[in-house]
């Protein structure tokens, strides 16, 4: 609460006075931002694409940091707290999103509803992620743009029914401990697991960790470690750099929930070190796509691929579809669709 205080110019105090603890207010904040985009929504509601979708890119732009309150910050709150949040979001939110897959996409089959719901709204919601001198007006265009590609993506159900093959691993204490590690990490946040509950995952006390790492953040680093083996260390297409990585979301699904929302906590030497490593991966995408459609900027290449690899951040993390055969097929199709959305140049 201190820096919190700090940071809006009052005293810890005068905070407490408002709202009893950080959860009170991290509830009053996502709660806040559901309001402004449920009322932006209510307007269009049963608008078509053209009218929907800039104005939900217009309040995902002013409200960049809803989504990481969403995604990382909600589940720290108590299920008196969570729960009626998680219901305003799926009855305010994606439920128009889904209204208005239906309406575009009366051809898509009803299981694939979802799937193509959350591609959309991820997004949308890929803002949260990154930082851009782009006027508003421009990133709303591009981010509308982004949504319905994601929306008219279609693959074949049939294409591709085999899933990704994990390399083989050890099967040590350590790598052991480091599964239990990442499936927490990835369930609960990496702040709220301690060492005695990875110990307990194991059947051992959470000071016989010690003998395999030192300290939690020791853990947290050899995760993305790991995660950072399999992502590809040398030039590739587009098409690979796409399949490389919709293959490690899929196979690696609790490890890449990690890998996208836990960098945060990393030490500071590794955490500099890992961002480096994003930035080089996002930097290859943005390279490759500039070659096969070089007519767009440099800040357009870069939303285009915070859009796409949202997509599959938010696909995996929610995980209802991991039990579909063609989720790698899909996904695939749902990324190079938004990564070839159709855009026009900016006037700025």
């Known amino acids: 609460m201190a820096d919190l205080a700090t940071a809006v110019g009052l005293t810890a105090p005068a905070i407490y006075r408002h709202y009893r603890s950080k959860e009170d207010l991290l509830a009053a904040a996502i709660s806040g931002g559901l309001d402004l985009v449920g009322e932006a929504l209510a307007g269009v509601a049963d608008a078509p694409a053209a009218d929907f979708l800039p104005t939900a890119a217009s309040v995902a732009v002013a409200r960049r940091d809803l989504w990481i309150l969403l995604q990382r910050e ?39 509803t979802g799937l193509v719901t959350t591609a959309v709204l991820a997004t949308l919601a890929s ?46 204490r350590v790598t ?23 110990g307990a995952g194991l059947g051992l006390a959470g000071p016989s960790l010690y003998h395999y790492y030192a300290t939690k ?24 750099l796409v399949t490389a990585y919709t293959d490690l979301a899929v196979r690696e699904r609790t490890l890449f929930a990690v890998y996208v ?65 063609d989720l790698a097929a899909a996904l695939r199709s749902l990324v190079k669709a938004v990564l070839f959305a159709p855009l026009e140049r900016p006037s700025t």
């Open 74 to 112: 909600l589940r720290h709150l108590g299920p008196a707290q969570r729960e009626p949040l998680e219901a305003r979001f799926s009855g305010e939110i994606a439920r128009p999103f889904r209204a208005l897959v239906r309406r575009e996409r009366p051809d898509l089959p009803v299981q694939d």
């Open 217 to 240: 953040s020791d853990i947290l680093v050899a995760a993305f470690a790991r995660a950072a083996e399999w992502l590809p260390a040398r030039a590739l297409s587009l098409d690979e």
């Open 261 to 325: 929302w836990e960098a945060v906590n990393l030490p500071p030497e590794a955490g500099r070190r890992i961002r480096s490593r994003l930035d080089a991966d996002v930097q290859a995408w943005s390279a490759e796509l500039g070659d096969v459609r070089p007519g767009l900027t440099d800040s357009q290449r870069l939303a285009l691929v915070h859009a796409a690899r949202a997509v599959v951040h938010d696909v995996v993390r929610i995980g209802h579809w991991h039990g579909r055969p």
């Open 127 to 172: 803002p949260s992620v990154y930082r851009t001198r782009m006027p508003p007006g421009v990133q709303q265009q591009i981010l509308a743009a982004t949504a319905q590609a994601a929306c008219r993506a279609r693959w074949d159900p049939a294409a591709d029914r085999v899933v990704p093959a994990a390399p083989a691993r050890a099967a040590d």
């Open 176 to 198: 052991e401990l480091l599964d239990t590690a990442i499936r927490l990490f990835a369930a609960r946040g990496y702040q709220a697991v301690s060492l005695d509950d990875i």
